[in-house]
């Protein structure tokens, strides 16, 4: 499985940006989608996932704030966030579960909330 995440930047405090991540390959066994990040000196966390049927769960950092999907269709997953705060700062990964066992992720983007 191939992952070609997208939609990083610059933002200010306050502000949104949505990532995507478009998976390929050998897609028809990916159960887990989700995102992680790493924050310069951290380690890397969880920030969400998301089940082929649909549920969810966040990191309690990030509840309330951020909202994570999927489209089967198109096997990607998208992650809205929304009221971006400094502390959100931080390379964001793409990740992949597959039912056998595979995990694979993407090469990061790069997220960045100042003022």
């Known amino acids: 499985v191939q992952l070609q995440a997208s939609g990083g930047g610059l933002v200010q405090p306050g502000g949104s940006l949505r990532l995507s991540c478009a998976a390929s390959?050998?897609?028809?066994?990916?159960?887990?989608m989700g995102w992680h990040r790493q924050a310069p000196g951290k380690q890397r966390e969880l920030v969400a996932g998301?089940?082929?049927?649909?549920?969810?769960n966040y990191a309690d950092s990030v509840k309330g704030r951020f909202t994570i999907s999927r489209d089967n269709a198109k096997n990607t997953v998208y992650l809205q966030m929304n009221t971006l705060k400094p502390e959100d700062t931080a390379v964001y990964y793409c990740?992949?579960?597959?039912?056998?066992?595979?995990?694979?992720w993407g090469q990061g983007t790069q997220v960045t909330v100042s003022s």
């Open positions: 990740n992949v579960e597959s039912y056998w066992g595979g995990d694979f």
């Open positions: 998301i089940r082929r049927g649909g549920s969810t």
């Open positions: 390959g050998s897609v028809s066994g990916i159960n887990v």
